[in-house]
């Protein structure tokens, strides 16, 4: 079944601890993306990767990090964490500019 | 700059259309997308357009662009109350590799 897998559904830890979402697509896709939605927001992109090792910054890129080493993988990484990036955020992958598939996403909470 | 606008809430009976409606701002955009999100899920693609459609029609779906008011509508047919969720607009930008600009969301309750 064709799908994006993120892990874990639901986190919580403390200020400054680092924590990192895994993502992997099984679609052979070049496109990865990662987004956060925040209440009457919607969904603001993260950090976007074209294909393995080529990642690139959306709008709301600080205090995050990603990597892309194999194409199946795109993992988000928050070096220190803080209240602020207190949200809900999905992974996404895509052939391009159509059809972007999503994950089930990943609730976080940074006390 | 880019931006995508929606309505925050619809209620509508069960049985009947709802429509949905999004604004947005950028011409270039190449194709745009309804997601649909239920309590505590991903988003689900229900239909895209791309930006040379006036329309298209998928079952109870039925999406209109007008690109000279850059105003795009999901109608849903025979709303029923599994049809309930927040559903969100979004626009592609040209050359922008695939970056989806979302609108706020528009949250649908159908009630019996």
């Known amino acids: 079944e064709a799908q994006v897998t993120q892990n874990p559904r639901y986190l919580i830890t403390v200020t400054g601890k680092k924590l990192t979402v895994t993502c992997s697509q099984n679609m052979n896709h070049e496109y990865m993306s990662w987004y956060r939605q925040d209440p009457g927001l919607g969904l603001r992109q993260i950090y976007y990767s074209m294909n393995v090792e080529v990642t690139d910054k959306g709008d709301v890129p600080e205090g995050y990090k990603v990597s892309r080493k194999e194409k199946r993988n795109f993992p988000l990484i928050l070096e220190s964490p803080s209240p602020n990036q207190t949200s809900l955020y999905f992974c996404?992958?895509?052939?391009?500019?159509?059809?972007?598939?999503f994950g089930s996403g990943t609730q976080l909470s940074v006390l | 700059g880019e931006d995508v606008e929606q309505s925050l809430f619809l209620s509508v009976r069960e049985g009947d259309s709802s429509v949905i409606n999004c604004t947005y701002t950028d011409s270039s955009s190449t194709y745009l997308y309804w997601y649909k999100q239920e309590p505590g899920a991903g988003l689900q693609l229900l239909t895209y357009i791309f930006s040379n459609m006036d329309m298209k029609q998928d079952q109870r779906l039925t999406v209109l662009l007008n690109k000279k008011d850059k105003h795009l509508s999901l109608r849903i047919a025979d709303t029923q109350t599994g049809d309930s969720a927040i559903y969100f607009c979004a626009e592609s930008i040209r050359n922008q590799g695939g970056k989806l600009i979302f609108g706020q969301g528009t949250e649908l309750s159908v009630k019996p």
């Open positions: 996404a992958s895509g052939l391009g500019e159509e059809k972007l598939f």
